[in-house]
């Protein structure tokens, strides 16, 4: 990614985890998936992320399980080089350099310490033309290995992963690409090549999309743009192939995966079902329905105990082979259009912006992990072509997180437009937002900005909307009108224009004593107590787009850019222009955390970034092509911890951190290079205590261990009891050859006792780490012991309740 100094552009939170079919560990117990710039390793049956592999710097492109150590994976990017990872720990084993960017990383048992990759043809100019290279990995107690043995296997094949597969543990490749197939035998050092027409004869396309080869027979199972499966045979002989069809999908084939064993074939596409077939009896099925979105990828464990499957809303299920979900790792959902922009509640800090169709998503970007989703619309929401449905297109949060504002429309070929303005709060006992009240028609024409009053110590709480009717509303929290209304309400308290222009934009002040409303080549600033127009402000000719009111010590400024490349800043104490420069400003946010603000600019093709103070000439930060295309949404998010950068170029990122969404959907942010180190060494830490043996005592009382250390080794030592012997006898004589379990409890039961004083009521065994209770129970004429955390003991002609302490 792109680097300045000590910072850089990297993909955090909200990267993708679709991107690439995942892996599942031989256990079944981790499911590893590409993300970003990193590898993350999740809990199949918690769902969470245990362990994040940090250390490439540009997209990982290929995660692979290690062939010859089921414990190590193999992770390929962009960056040129292929990693090797202990997943369980997290650590980084080796890294080889290779030199070439890598698309996607296969590798098999007959082929020991080597990997295949994809790469670019680099004597080609067209950047669509890749090869398959195997690479040998030198085997060396290196940390840094150069891994420059290439030689080409396969030319003019696909970067997609799912359209090379190996079969029978690697005595063959097959690759698809466009209306060719071709099959490598790497004993025979021969291929054979497969084409076919590019419709049938019924108008469908025979596009390969994807491929899987069978792990024990000779048959390579294909999947096209019709929706067709092929099972191709009798490939070694190219005359004499032959191949059957499949079909179900009605669309497009999207990734094939046969189980282990090889007695199941599993697909899926767009229709969002894993269609599970019978080898050998096709006719034979099982459907798992309605995952919620279309499949990109089928992966099956090596054990064959789960399936996964990815979906395009950046989701991955986890299922059991008996074709039901077991868990649901979902990623931050990126549509084709985030038109609510960037939010940040104020009460969990998570990142708020269109999710599910008619829903908000609530993601938290330091777990990385999608909280949950708000249904806004309320509505079923109908999957089909050229149906106009709600969609949420403005939504705000007021500064103490209690009220969220949204704005859902429809518009129609043959009706008006329909506008709903929807207030909800945040309701304690289910800790998510509940509908209060919603608006019907808030304006005549669609809303082009809304803002709440930024102030958390005001009495009364305000919303703002503009729209294109050139009129703004005032919504004000009012108490019920009747003592049978259930609580407060929303209703609008005032409506403002000016010289019927049109407002484009709207902000409060930090400190919610003014309202600033840019009516397109005018700015306008306002009482919002008495709703009094207080003045204009002079610019230079253009549509105000962009207006921020300063922070803290910069409070008396405020700040606009106009669709003519120009950014003013006012003197509001002198209402008068303090400075302007000639700037293309894309997108103008300030920092609530500080003085700072930031403007994207759009220039050939890239954004530039300049991070500043509204009252210092000089940037603070400046930062040329941060990302290709323009970023459409951005927003600084508060830290949880503050950094200690002493670097003046990175100390802007302190307190926040900013975070950019591209056109291109990619979710940014920057990071310093002593952040990445902290999180590079945080990784490597293993939290076991190598004195002490992990045993299942351990983990469930080891954590005693430490409470009651120091007051112990000072503690005068209670001698051992001599009942050693007869508990070992006990526990080693066969249960059938042994008295009455009644008699013998009790016997045990004494041998462990010591007796106490009238004054001490303590009872104490001798090994010292935490409270017991010794309980028996009857199974068969066999003795059973329960350890869990109280002990009985009849004294004074009652039950009474005493501690049993262990000491060591």
């Known amino acids: 990614m792109v680097e300045y100094g000590d910072i850089r552009v990297v993909y955090r939170g909200g990267s993708k985890i679709n991107f690439r079919k995942p892996v599942i560990s031989n256990d079944s117990r981790f499911l590893l998936c590409a993300s970003g710039e990193s590898v993350k390793v999740f809990s199949s049956v918690t769902e969470e992320c245990v362990h994040e592999l940090r250390g ?173 499966i092929r099972l191709w045979r009798n490939f070694k002989q190219k005359k004499e192939y032959t191949y059957s069809t499949l079909h179900w ?180 006992q289910t800790q998510s937002f509940v509908l ?43 108490l019920p009108a009747h003592t049978d209304d259930e609580g407060p309400s929303w209703s609008c308290d005032f409506v403002g224009a000016y010289h019927g222009l049109v407002p484009r934009c709207c902000c409060f002040s930090a400190d919610g004593s003014l309202l600033a409303v840019g009516f397109q080549e005018v700015v306008t600033v306002w009482n919002p107590t008495s709703w009094e127009l207080l003045t204009t402000l002079s610019q230079p000719p253009g549509d105000v787009r962009n207006l921020c009111f300063g922070q803290l010590s910069c409070s008396k400024y405020l700040l606009g850019s106009n669709n003519k490349k120009m950014v003013c800043c006012w003197n509001l104490l002198t209402c008068s222009l303090e400075w302007s420069t000639s700037m293309d400003v894309s997108l103008l946010l300030v920092d609530s955390r500080s003085e700072n603000m930031a403007a994207f600019c759009c220039q050939d093709g890239s954004t530039d ?45 302190n307190r926040s951190q900013l975070y950019f969404l591209t056109e291109f959907m990619d979710l940014l942010t920057f990071s310093t290079k002593a952040e990445e180190e902290k999180l590079m060494a945080s990784s490597k830490q293993l939290v076991i205590d190598d004195t002490v043996a992990m045993t299942p005592f351990y983990l469930l009382l080891g954590k005693h261990r430490h409470e009651h250390l120091g007051n112990e080794e000072s503690a005068e030592r209670t001698p051992l009891p001599q009942s050693s012997v007869a508990i070992k006898e006990l526990l080693q004589t066969p249960a059938h050859v042994l008295p009455a379990t009644s008699f013998l409890c009790s016997m045990f039961a004494k041998s462990l006792l010591i007796s106490v004083t009238e004054t001490s009521h303590h009872c104490f065994l001798s090994s010292s780490v935490s409270v017991v209770q010794i309980s028996h129970s009857l199974y068969r004429g066999a003795l059973s012991l329960t350890f869990s955390g109280v002990f009985w003991c009849k004294s004074y002609k009652e039950f009474k309740f005493y501690p049993l302490k262990i000491a060591s």
């Open 609 to 653: 970034l300049f991070v500043f103070k509204p009252s210092e000439p000089r940037p603070l930060f400046s930062q040329k092509a941060v990302c290709s295309g323009r970023v459409i949404h951005a927003v600084f998010t508060p830290r949880e911890v503050m950094l200690e950068s002493s670097e003046e170029s990175s100390q802007w990122l």
């Open 436 to 478: 209060n009240t919603t608006v019907s028609a808030p304006h005549e024409a669609r809303i082009t900005a809304m803002c709440f009053s930024q102030a958390a110590d005001s009495q009364t709480t305000t919303l703002v909307s503009a729209s294109r009717d050139g009129h703004f509303k005032a919504w004000q929290l009012g």
């Open 249 to 428: 999908h009605h669309s497009a084939v999207s990734s094939l995966c046969f189980t282990p064993e090889g007695t199941n074939l599993l697909s899926g596409g767009v229709e969002s079902v894993l269609v599970q077939w019978r080898y050998n009896q096709e006719n034979q099925k099982d459907f798992l329905p309605r995952l919620g979105a279309a499949i990109t990828h089928v992966t099956v464990s090596p054990d064959g105990a789960l399936f996964s499957t990815s979906h395009s809303d950046n989701k991955i299920t986890i299922i059991q082979s008996c074709v039901k979900v077991s868990a649901v790792i979902q990623g931050l959902v990126k549509g084709e259009n985030v038109t609510t922009g960037l939010l940040v509640d104020p009460r969990s800090k998570a990142l708020v912006l269109n999710g599910r169709p008619g829903h908000l998503q609530f993601y938290s970007l330091q777990r990385d992990k999608l909280l949950f989703h708000l249904d806004i619309v309320q509505q079923e929401y109908i999957h089909e072509a050229g149906l106009e449905q709600f969609e949420v297109v403005r939504a705000a949060f007021d500064a103490s997180g209690l009220w969220l504002a949204t704005v859902e429309e429809r518009k129609q070929k043959s009706a008006e437009l329909e506008l709903n303005l929807k207030l909800w709060s945040f309701d304690e």
């Open 56 to 228: 490439h710097t540009g997209q990982v492109t290929g995660v692979l399980l290690r062939p010859s150590n089921h414990l190590q994976v193999y992770s390929c990017s962009t960056d040129g080089t292929v990693r090797l990872w202990d997943f369980t720990d997290g650590i980084l084993v080796r890294t080889y350099v290779v030199g070439y960017p890598v698309y996607s990383i296969y590798a098999s048992l007959n082929h020991k310490e080597v990997v295949f990759i994809v790469t670019p043809v680099q004597s080609d100019k067209r950047t669509e033309l890749f090869q398959l290279v195997a690479v040998n990995l030198p085997q060396t107690p290196d940390q840094l290995v150069e891994a420059r043995d290439l030689s080409a296997v396969l030319s003019d094949v696909s970067s997609n992963p799912s359209t090379i597969a190996f079969g029978r543990g690697g005595e063959y490749l097959a690759s698809v690409n466009n209306l060719k197939m071709e099959i490598y035998f790497f004993k025979k050092n021969k291929s054979y090549s497969f084409s076919l027409r590019e419709y049938t004869k019924n108008g469908g396309k025979n596009t390969f999309t994807c491929i899987a080869c069978h792990p024990k027979d000779d048959c390579v199972a294909t999947g096209h743009d019709d929706g067709k």
